[in-house]
Structure formats: C-alpha cells, structure tokens
C-alpha cells in the first residue's frame, strides 16, 4: 500500500506561480512512477506529468514550458511547479503512484486561476 498526501493548492492570478507537493509513504520503493493529473469541472481527468523512476518525464501538451515536474528521493516528495498560470488550468489536481498495475491516488488538491 502507498500512501499519497498533497499540498500547495490554492488561488492564483492569470499569470501567477504554484508550487505542489506530494509525500509518499508506505510501499514507495515498488513505485514505477509518480504523476499529477488534473479534473476540471464536466471534463475527464487528465494527466499533466509524469516522473518515472529511472528519472524520464513527460508533460501534456497544454503545460509544457510552463510546468516542471521533479522529486526528492529523500523526502518521497513529487513536487509540481506551475508557472504563468491560465484560467484552463483550474481544477483538482491528484498525485498519483503507479506500482506495477496498482494505481494510487491522493485526495486532490484544488487550484484555481482568476482572470
């Protein structure tokens, strides 16, 4: 079992900066990859990036350039850094942990950008 608590959602202006965190506990060391999706309200959930643990990333098209997704082995800690923010990016952001087949999700975090 992985665990999964997040952080760092909030409020922003167009243009503006968030930084999210994610700390894994539990079975971490059976983790393949660690992500963040995104669900807007009406729209499917998505995923915005992805770190696998050979240390690759990959990026939707909307963020790339924008968002940078990295960890800290130490801390179990994924961390989504969000820039120049758009009014498109609001919605509930969840990190998310594969191992193997199993996914896990944490509770989602809420981050809303005003035009």
């Known amino acids: 079992q992985v665990q999964l608590l997040e952080s760092g959602g909030g409020l922003v202006q167009t243009g503006g900066s968030l930084t999210l965190s994610c700390v894994a506990s539990?079975?971490?060391?059976?983790?393949?990859?660690m992500g963040w999706y995104r669900q807007a309200p009406g729209k499917q959930r998505e995923l915005v990036a992805r770190?696998?643990?050979?240390?690759?990333?990959n990026y939707a098209d909307s963020v790339k350039g924008r968002f940078t997704i990295s960890r800290d082995n130490v801390k179990n800690t994924v961390y989504l850094q969000m820039n120049s923010l758009k009014p498109e990016d609001t919605a509930v952001y969840y990190c998310?942990?594969?191992?193997?087949?199993?996914?896990?999700w944490g509770q989602g975090t809420q981050v809303t950008v005003s035009s």
């Open positions: 539990g079975s971490i060391f059976s983790l393949n990859a």
């Open positions: 770190i696998r643990s050979g240390g690759a990333k």
């Open positions: 998310n942990a594969l191992s193997g087949i199993l996914d896990y």
